[in-house]
């Protein structure tokens, strides 16, 4: 019992005629009759009562019909479901992303994606960088959204730059520096710093005390805060000053200055990546409208 048997039985069935179901499949009639006693001998049933004008469906026939239909109306979702997933049409995409870096452009594009694939089940999680490489590794995300990736394991990825970002001073407003437009850090060498945990993010703990360094100190650090949105506020409320990527302004800030700092040239990437063993359409999918939004995405982060 096969698909083309079936579909053969069920246009019979449907024309109550052999030579009808052979011009609806677009084949012969001795093929239909062969597909027929086929499968009437595999069955060992009979399923059509035949004269010289009339073919009549049996009681055996009539219950094979209703499985038939199931199994053709079954066979067809498949291959629909097949290819839909071969396009990245179907199935699940799990995207992890910074929230400061991320905040406002993330919900577009999703809502983007779902627009051209509304049967895929999107799933965003909040995620430090650190964060997300333990994910990629027990493989619970699909795509992330973040800084650049230990040179261990940046050859497991494939990744593109979505926007670069730059380190910036992060004030009070009532600080006495908070007026400037760029600032020497060694200006703030007596404050207090709260720097984001070096373990969420290797590179922008490492790359915060260089900077410090280079000016001629070394940070008295009180705070190590592990989400960005706890930094802001801490700085807002007083507890000290900050160093971090220009992005966290879109974050809660009120009570907060952005100030730039003078000789900081470090480029903050801001990446899209996924692994390079993750052959699943969706994921190529939506990494084409991550990246057909960059100028976009550019110019709100500017």
């Known amino acids: 019992m096969d698909i083309k048997t079936l579909k053969s039985f069920v246009n019979v069935a449907k024309h109550q005629s052999f030579s009808e179901a052979a011009k609806e499949l677009h084949t012969v009639q001795p093929a239909i009759s062969r597909h027929i006693a086929q499968l009437e001998n595999e069955l060992d049933v009979v399923l059509f009562i035949r004269n010289s004008?009339?073919?009549?469906?049996?009681?055996?026939?009539?219950?094979?019909?209703?499985?038939?239909?199931?199994?053709?109306?079954?066979?067809?979702?498949?291959?629909?479901?097949?290819k839909r997933a071969h396009n990245g049409q179907v199935g699940t995409l799990n995207i992890a992303h910074l929230s400061s870096a991320c905040l406002t452009f993330m919900a577009t594009l999703v809502r983007k994606y779902k627009q051209q694939y509304p049967h895929v089940h999107v799933t965003l999680f909040?995620?430090?960088?650190?964060?997300?490489?333990n994910a990629f590794k027990n493989e619970l995300i699909d795509i992330g959204f973040s800084r650049p990736l230990p040179e261990s394991i940046s050859d497991e990825f494939i990744k593109h730059d979505i926007y670069i970002d730059k380190l910036v001073a992060v004030l009070n407003k009532d600080h006495n520096e908070s007026d400037k437009l760029s600032i020497d850090l060694n200006d703030l060498k007596n404050d207090k710093f709260v720097i984001f945990d070096r373990d969420e993010a290797v590179g922008l703990f490492d790359e915060t005390i260089m900077l410090c360094k280079s000016a001629g100190f070394s940070p008295n650090i009180i705070s190590h805060p592990r989400h960005m949105q706890t930094l802001v506020t801490e700085v807002a409320a007083g507890l000290g000053i900050s160093i971090a990527p220009h992005c966290v302004r879109k974050l809660y800030s009120e009570g907060c200055v952005f100030v730039a700092i003078k000789n900081a040239t470090k480029k903050i990437p801001v990446e899209v990546q996924y692994k390079q063993s993750n052959l699943n359409a969706t994921v190529h999918a939506f990494v084409d409208i991550a990246l057909a939004a960059k100028p976009e995405i550019q110019r709100s982060m500017a």
């Not at 469906?57 to 479901?81: F, R, S, V, Y």
């Open 126 to 133: 909040e995620m430090t960088a650190t964060e997300q490489i």
């Open 53 to 82: 004008r009339d073919v009549a469906i049996t009681q055996a026939g009539e219950q094979l019909l209703k499985d038939a239909n199931a199994i053709l109306a079954l066979a067809a979702k498949a291959k629909t479901q097949v």
